[in-house]
């Protein structure tokens, strides 16, 4: 019999009233490894009153018990990172030195989290009128919910419950039901920190889960990462409900090359940022702009180093990219190489029809390069989220600024350039929310905030850092007098 992921409720793993389960991939062997709990809306009703009756008590808690807790789950975390590090590898196929990183930057956030005491305070202003003081106050919302990708399974949902929690918020985390036995690590070992039951649940399912937490009127905020069309649908039905909702959605990044870089230093970054993990990252380079003369140079060092790119199983230390998540997503991507190529782009590098020796049933693509890409192709338009890079060439910087605003996608961008004028320039048109200047993959640190612009974010808060506390607090200001006399006056209060 193959293992059954199940959900954690309340402190502990339940298969509750789930009778549907999925199928979990090892996507270097293409087997069936697992299968996973799907919720019905029972059990969603179930983890939501978990995270209620927790939650009360867990708001109350004071700022020294949750700071303790989160330093001591951070130590955990580093304890364990090897074995969560292995269990992404062995669902999402990512190598484990990758998957490592993923680790290492969801550490980051419970450690900006552990600073909760000074991250929740708020202002005072004495003598705001004679005798009347005015301060500012931060509280939990209560029970929020955490929807997340299949691409990072540890690091996306840490971006979100670490610091709702540190809030004071009880968490409901649906996970992506292709990757989803890393998140019940996460809450086992939230809990053995000293975390009180029920104050992390996770809850395993696909869009049954989703809606009924959209729809439950308990759950009083939701984050949500992952592809545009239903993080769409998230925010639409989220705030229809009255919820705050902050939906983080797909991307199409482009790196910019002006003419005077460096094209050993693009053509690594290229590569870097475009094959890493397969390409299934929300971060990836998916589009390199070359401008002007910089094209031919760039395009033979991007396709020398893509050739001797090592695919293979994550676990092989010899591999620099595993496999794409699932059958059916390495034949969407796929298609979408047969498509550029019946759009007439240039093939350069043609990763179809790659498997590694004795892994013939895996889910491989090699890295695919296309040259000649224009606007008006599927394989530029759409985000394909695989191995699959396309160079479009245009004339001047004007151009590249202006084919980088057009695109409805705001999420990263990079420039390449030694130029710091033009990088600055750059940095200032373009309408996307994260840029890198020289650096490829300008994932903020956990103490600035992560988020798009455009059809990358529905919502206007971004996760983790100062803007990630405001999600999961509400303010209140409190104006005070404590009179020693008083007298009836129906003026309009102002200060003096
Ligand atoms: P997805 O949108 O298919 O799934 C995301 C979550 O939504 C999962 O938990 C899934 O179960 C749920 N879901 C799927 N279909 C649903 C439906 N019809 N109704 C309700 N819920 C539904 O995304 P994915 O394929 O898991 O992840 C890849 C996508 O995530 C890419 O588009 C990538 O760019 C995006 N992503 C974005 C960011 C970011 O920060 N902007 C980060 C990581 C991933």
Redesign the pocket.
């Known amino acids: 019999m193959t293992e059954l992921v199940q959900h954690w409720i309340d402190g502990a793993r339940t298969t509750g009233a789930s009778v549907r389960t999925g199928d979990v991939f090892n996507p270097a062997t293409g087997a069936v490894a697992r299968q996973v709990a799907l919720a019905e809306p029972s059990d969603v009703d179930l983890a939501v009153a978990a995270a209620v009756k927790a939650g009360r008590e867990w708001a109350e808690s004071s700022l020294a018990t949750r700071s303790k807790i989160l330093f001591e789950y951070r130590h955990l975390l580093h304890a364990h990172r090897d074995e969560l590090a292995a269990l992404i590898t062995a669902e999402h196929g990512k190598v484990l030195s990758d998957a490592a990183g993923e680790v290492q930057r969801g550490l980051e956030v419970v450690e900006f989290a552990c600073g909760i005491p000074h991250l929740l305070k708020g202002e005072h202003s004495e003598q705001v009128s004679r005798g009347v003081d005015a301060y500012s106050v931060r509280e939990p919302l209560g029970v929020v919910a955490g ?6 399974p540890v690091m ?1 949902p840490m971006w979100m419950f670490p610091l709702a929690i540190a809030a004071g918020n009880a968490f409901v985390l ?5 990757d989803p036995s890393a998140s019940v690590r996460l809450a086992e070992l939230f809990t053995e920190a000293g975390l009180p039951d029920g104050v992390f649940n996770v809850l395993q ?3 049954m ?3 009924a937490l959209l729809d439950h009127p308990d759950v009083a905020g939701v984050s ?8 769409r ?2 925010y639409a039905r989220g705030t229809a409900n009255g919820k705050r909702v902050q939906a ?4 199409k990044n482009h790196m910019v090359v002006l003419p005077d870089a460096d094209v050993d230093v693009a053509a690594d970054a290229a590569v870097s940022a475009g094959y890493g993990s397969a390409g ?4 990836a380079i998916s589009v390199v702009v070359a401008v002007g003369d910089i094209a031919d140079q760039l395009v033979s060092a991007i396709a020398a180093r893509t050739t001797e790119l090592t695919t293979g199983p994550g676990t092989d230390p010899a591999a620099q990219m595993g496999p794409l998540v699932t059958g059916v ?1 390495r034949d969407r991507v796929t298609s979408y190489v047969d498509a550029g190529v019946a759009a007439g782009a240039a093939l350069v590098v043609d990763g179809r029809g790659f498997a590694p020796a004795g892994h013939a049933d895996g889910f491989w693509l090699a890295p695919t390069l296309f040259d000649n890409v224009t606007p008006d192709m599927t394989i530029y338009q759409d ?1 394909i ?1 695989g191995p699959v890079l396309s160079v479009v060439r245009v004339p001047t910087f004007d151009a590249a600024v202006d084919l980088v605003n057009a695109n409805p996608y705001g ?1 990263g961008t990079a420039i390449y350039t030694g130029d710091g004028l033009a990088a600055r320039e750059y940095q200032r048109r373009v309408h996307v929310g994260m840029i890198g200047v020289n650096v490829p993959i300008p994932v903020p640190m956990a103490y600035y905030s ?3 612009w455009k059809d ?2 529905f919502g206007d808060t971004h ?1 983790h850092g100062a803007e990630g506390v405001k999600f999961y607090t509400r303010a209140k200001a409190i104006t005070a007098r404590w009179p020693r006399q008083s007298g009836i006056d129906l003026g309009f209060p102002t200060h003096g």
């Open positions: 929807i997340t990708p299949f691409n990072f996306v649906k996970p992506s039901e292709r399912g696909d869009a889960a989703v809606n949500f990462v992952g592809s545009t069309p239903i993080a649908h998230v983080l959605g797909g991307a299934e990252r929300c971060m997503h985000e989220f999420n992560f988020g798009g990358s974010l996760v």
